[in-house]
């Protein structure tokens, strides 16, 4: 793919995404040797500050970009920072942003930027529209006259409150931008392992044959974090596991899996397809499915490794009596002629004892049992997808015990990614932020896409916030959540918690 020569400004460039995650990713990008010919960075926000001193905050003085700045001699260094440019918005966004505007067409002349523009919006949502306006005012937002460059704006999670919410962000961007220019990040999405799930269901013939009702028992997707809520207590009190996590995220995941062949790589098809896979799951709407099929938990406080946890609600800028979930479990079928009745399980939550996301496909036992000395509890095959860490996939199935008789076990057939060690692999932002410069937006999440995620997930955080029967249970930091978890999934053998 071709990456044109453009301008990426980015709103909200003195915050810690910049310099964490963006900058970052866009060091690795000039590494690799993806960059145009010509390409400049524009840095906006509220901070006073020259382009020298943005330099220095973003790339010579980084401590996100230290160790791979040593390896690198000052002429190669220069030339990246030299691309970085900087230019304050005032107090507040609205106002100076003509001066932007003279900024942006003094770089584009200069370097030869032929009047292509991303925007990239690391700011919070409330601002999305107020900035696609002012940019939309100066004339910004479409290529006009000589100037025939493309326009873009990507927008960073979270992506709405509610459904609501979210359709009014929707509205608010497309009154400025097409739906084609919108760019919106998940950065599930960038990871290798998450596009994967589509080349492993499409591109082989011995999976997508078992990948329905017939085959398959059940699907369990976990997401695990041993973090806690860290710095963001102020955030995740109004947001919770549900909104964090699962409505992205994970659902995203979860398209993936139920979606149908697409009829080719298009972006809109995949999209298409998604849709159609997010608007199929079963909405719940009555109390006692949603009291039955949902879960929700707290991590209190707990030693680890001998040293004290504190519990959520001592974090700082979380209510002393928050409600709001560390953990979120949910149980939902897929209405449609591929998924009828398979349950699907879908767990994530902060401080567990393991950082992973993986999904495991269970599939049914022969329906004929031929050999009696199996383990019943362990005789179905399982494919699990190993998200992160440890990338890879693994299948389980039976083999002989050796020896006499027929003794029937679990044998593993696992593949690492880490074993193609010649292919260097991108992390999220710096494959995600090359497609928005290439104008592919594959993995970027469309408006309705958003919108079906939150249809499902609206009634169950209606569900948890006004019902004063819907129990928070605790559990001990670093532990798999509450101890009557196994029962939302009692059909089964109770969660797979890995490494166990
Ligand atoms: C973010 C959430 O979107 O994803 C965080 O806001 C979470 O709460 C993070 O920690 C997890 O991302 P990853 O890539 O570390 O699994």
New binding site residues.
């Given amino acids: 793919n071709k990456t044109s020569n453009q301008l990426l400004v980015i709103f909200g460039a003195s915050g810690d995404l910049t310099a964490r995650k963006l900058i970052p990713a866009l060091y690795n990008l000039y590494e690799g040797g993806h960059f145009p010919e010509n390409f400049a960075v524009l840095g906006a926000s509220r901070s006073d500050m020259s382009d020298e001193e943005f330099r220095k905050r973003v790339v010579y003085e980084s401590p996100f970009l230290k160790d791979k700045l040593k390896k690198k001699d000052d002429e190669f260094i220069k030339k990246f920072a030299d691309m970085m440019f900087y230019s304050d918005l005032g107090d507040d966004y609205d106002s100076e942003y003509s001066k932007l505007n003279k900024r942006i067409t003094s770089l584009n002349e200069e370097h030869g930027l032929d009047g292509n523009y991303s925007f990239y919006l690391s700011t919070p949502p409330s601002l999305f529209e107020p900035i696609s306006k002012n940019l939309s005012d100066q004339g910004l937002t479409k290529g006009s006259g000589t100037d025939k460059g493309f326009r873009r704006i990507i927008v960073e ?2 992506f709405g409150y509610s459904l609501e919410t979210a359709k009014e962000l929707n509205a608010g961007l497309q009154k400025y931008f097409k739906e084609k220019q919108i760019y919106r990040i998940d ?2 999405l960038g ?1 290798e392992t998450v596009q994967n799930l589509m080349v492993t269901r499409f591109s082989n013939s011995i999976f997508e044959p078992l990948w329905n009702r017939n085959y398959i028992h059940h699907v369990e997707i976990t ?1 695990a ?1 041993t ?1 806690g ?1 860290e710095k ?1 207590g102020g955030y ?1 009190d109004k ?1 919770g596991a549900l909104r ?2 699962f409505q ?2 994970l659902l995203q995941i979860v398209s993936l899996i139920v979606m149908e062949p697409p009829i080719s790589a298009d972006a809109d098809e995949i999209h298409n397809e998604k849709v159609k896979a997010l608007k199929s799951i079963r909405r719940m709407t009555d109390t006692q499915t949603l009291f039955d099929h949902t879960m929700k938990g707290q991590y209190v406080a707990s030693s680890i490794d001998g040293k004290r946890v504190k519990g959520y609600r001592e974090e700082e800028g979380v209510d002393p009596d928050s409600k709001t979930e560390t953990y979120a479990a949910i149980k939902f079928f897929v209405d449609n002629w591929r998924w009828k009745d398979v349950p699907f399980y879908v767990r994530t939550a ?1 401080r567990m004892p393991t ?1 992973v ?1 993986e999904v495991v496909i269970h599939f049914k036992t022969p329906h004929h049992q031929v050999f009696k000395e199996q383990d019943i509890n362990n005789k179905d095959n399982k494919l699990v997808i190993r998200i ?1 860490p440890d990338e890879g996939i693994l299948i389980k199935f039976g083999v002989k015990v050796p020896g006499q008789g027929f003794k029937v076990e679990r044998a593993n057939m696992d593949f690492y990614y880490s074993s193609l060690a010649d292919k260097n692999i991108m992390d ?1 932002y710096e494959r995600l932020l090359l497609d928005a410069m290439q104008g592919d937006t594959t993995l970027y999440a469309r408006a309705d896409e958003v919108e079906a995620a939150w249809a499902f997930v609206d009634p169950i955080l209606e569900y948890w916030a006004n019902d004063k029967d819907v129990p928070t249970y605790g559990y001990p930091a670093g532990t798999w959540g509450p101890k009557n978890s196994d029962d939302l999934i009692e059909d089964s053998n109770g969660w797979r918690n890995p490494g166990e």
């Fill in positions: 999670k979270p950065h599930y990871k997401n974090e973090v809520v963001r995740y947001s964090d996590m992205s995220h902060k950082k996301t992160q999220a």
